[in-house]
Nanobody
């Protein structure tokens, strides 16, 4: 069974940076796309970034140029480097595998 565990969230001032990590375990052979979604209070969950096995990436317009997703298949890890953070980035960030398996989430809070 695929399991995902996120880490790296926290409190940061606007303009700061954070790096989220997601560790994958179990049943990884058929996983294609890994990614991050987020959910802010009172809002629907939204896609932030994704990366496929061939390295192709997609980003939400709101994070384009500020966030970078990367993947280490050898270590079964996915990362989200977040720079120039804004208060609107405050949310719980969830790692997913093929939008089928999800982690428990890690809180990111950006203060103004």
């Amino acid at each position: 069974q695929v399991q995902l565990v996120e880490s790296g969230g926290g409190l940061v001032q606007a303009g700061g940076s954070l790096r989220l990590s997601c560790a994958l375990s179990g049943g990884l052979f058929n996983i294609n796309t890994m990614g991050w979604n987020r959910q802010a209070p009172g809002k629907e969950r939204e896609q932030v970034a994704s990366i496929s096995t061939d390295g192709s990436t997609t980003y939400a317009d709101s994070v384009q140029g500020r966030f970078t997703i990367s993947r280490d298949n050898g270590r079964n890890m996915v990362y989200l480097e977040m720079n120039n953070l804004k208060p609107d980035d405050t949310a719980v960030y969830y790692c997913h595998a093929d939008w089928e398996f999800w982690g428990q989430g890690t809180q990111v809070t950006v203060s103004s």
